[in-house]
């Protein structure tokens, strides 16, 4: 890593002005500092964003905490922890990805992108069925919600049916699938804007761009896509994992 | 009157010919800049636009209530006239108002830097304000929104039927420009200082609008989080918010307060960093108590995050967090006083004069600190419960912000305008209109603290007949107000073609701008300068000018 790192160092002091250099900068090590500061920062202001969600969970899972339990258990364990485990392959892709521009393999690069953006539409992919599941049940909040399979729940396939719920604990789950669709509804949208990067990174990967050591770019948005993904390590047992034993 | 003001020989003098305003031409080479001088033009041209539409808003409202009847407008006219009014005044002009003109303009060329760290973010974000700008006059054009700025919940979420969701993505969008413009300060003010520039080596204009950052770049998501929030209770039906569904419309409150509380202090701070400015040029001293006013920035931004439900007190928080939330408001005035204190300091025994820009900070001064006082009467929870939601809590947020940061506005505008133009704005006008504006601003806003006290409440159109001779009053203040702000205007633009040349450092000022051309060079500086001197050091002023004369001689 720190060898790969010198050997750049000494390129870039070869030629006086790399092409990517802006005007503004004294040297490209001002420039990628500058840039990834910058994107910790923006990073910074999504946990604020993402900050309000979690805190207004808090508050109602505290308050109903029974009607969040048994939302909770009409989610599909087997499909969040296979989501979890295609989101953190990504990652790793992701990595790869990273590791490939900065060592110069620009195939790697391109098939590292190919395997992140593969992985995640697979995630988005398997939440559809997810979301399309909710719909079919009526749990999506909002004027066809309605909380018949809390009062009168059904057992199916092998499992066990959960308690009947009180009709007042039962209209609180509402609030649960609220936050359910806000909370994962906004990590998929930073997903679908993370796909379209990765689709414009793969375009430049394709004509080269970032084979001549300008790839703040792919370091920053690794950076971006990490993020995400931990955003859904965090939402996986919130929303999935509540009081399962 | 003695004075400061030192120009170039007007007989000999010229504006440079090659300067970031002709240093390219066309529409073209304005809309796609990344020159950060040229994106504070067109932010100044812009704000200014949507200052004056709050403005006839506000003059529609004092029109309004001339008389106690509802007779100028019917009441949900009016009450769609004062909602616009409040958003575009605070998301339109007042959040961007000195940060994107004068600290675009200026941060960069303060550090010695030739630009900010990202100048194609620095124009999108003039992108995303002219968007969410778009869409408020759209959503006001197609009907209005009526909910008051606060968008308070169940009435923006069930009750009201008009624009909240464009309004709504109108602010949504703003935001991210406000973002962007606080992302790109605190980078540039960590990673482009010049060498020798340390950080108690900036002038108090960058530690002012770093603290002010960190409150944009901290708080404004979180308000875009609760937008998202209140859409979606609108259009899909979630229950977030929805008492109905087990939802908790205080909860609104806390999100929406959690930025909208900092978003003052986003408002003011830049405006203090201004008056620091203003204060040390015009009394040839160094600010006294460097140190202390750049941590005071600081520790408002860091209080201004722990005060938010003080606009709460009587919307059924609990009595301990009222407690709480009353005894961290008092902590804010602390470091406010800090920095009128140290300017009032500045001032003693300072060789003093009274061009334009020091009267506006001077101005700024009494009415900052009648606005900061009367907060804590609001901060204090028994006085609270009386003056929340009068005429009380009016006239405080308008001394703040219109006495406070406005005053700044026009003080950095005067202070800079050479250097953002290359011209002198008329003197003696100018200063008639800073006298104006002070005169016009007490009669407008003054009577309302009666108002307040009184009773009378806020945002309603007809009153009791006794409360009439204070309106009247104010409305005629307003009119005077009013042209306070138009006289800039008018000598402003007159200026831009028939001002006296101003020559590079008018104000005998010691900050890095003023020690480059006016107006600068697209590259701010031909070689990037190495700091020795301290900041506010006018002996090494002196010897500067010394130096230079032997030079020539």
Known sequence: MSDSHAVAVAEH?????????RHHFVSLEQQDETASFGMWLFLLTEIMFFGGLFTAYLIYRNWYYPAFVSASHTLSITLGAI?????????????????CA????????????????????AFLGIKTVEYKEKFEKHHVPGSSFSIQSFVHPVAEDGKAADKALPADTAARTEVYFSLYFAMTGMHA????????????????????????????????????????????????????????? | MSTILNLPDQATARVPKRNYLTNENGIMSWLLTGDHKRIAILYLISITFFFFIGGALAGLIRLELLTPQSDLMASDTYNKIFTMHGVVMIFLFLVPSVPATLGNFLIPIMIGAKDLAFPKINLLSWYLYLAGGALTLGAMISGGVDTGWTFTTPMSTHFSNTNVITTGLAIFIAGFSSIFTGLNFIVTLHRMRAPGMTWFKMPLFCWAHYAASILMVLGTPVLAITIVLVALERTVGIGVFDPTKGGDPILFQHLFWFYSHPAVYIMILPGMGVISEVISTFSRKRVFGYTAVAFSSVAIAVFGFFVWAHHMFIMGVSNYAVLVFSLLTMLVAVPSAIKIFNWAFTLYKGSITFETPMLYAFGFMGLFTIGGLTGVFLGTAGTDIHLTETYFIVAHFHFVMVGGMLMAFLSGIHFWWPKLTGRMYPEKISQLAAVVTFIGFNFTFFPQFLLGMLGMPRRYAAYPQEFQVLNVFSTAGATILGVGYLLPMIYLVWSLKYGQIAGNNPWQATGLEWQIQSPPLTENFTTIPIVTQDVYDYEWLERQKEHEVTHVG
């Open chain 1, 13 to 21: 002091g070869a030629h006086e002005h790399p092409a990517h250099l």
């Open chain 1, 83 to 99: 989501n979890t485990l295609v989101l953190i392959t990504s990652s790793f892709t992701m990595a790869m990805g990273v590791w």
């Open chain 1, 102 to 121: 900065e060592t110069k393999k620009q195939k790697g690069l391109i098939w590292s992108l190919i395997a992140t953006i593969v992985l995640g539409f």
């Open chain 1, 189 to 245: 949208v930073h997903m679908i804007v993370g796909i379209g990067l990765l689709l414009m990174m793969l375009v430049q990967a394709i004509r080269g761009a970032y084979s001549h050591g300008n790839i703040a770019f792919v370091e920053n948005f690794g950076l971006y896509w990490h993020f995400v993904d931990l955003v859904w390590i965090f939402l996986f047992p919130l929303l999935y994992l509540i009081s399962r034993h």
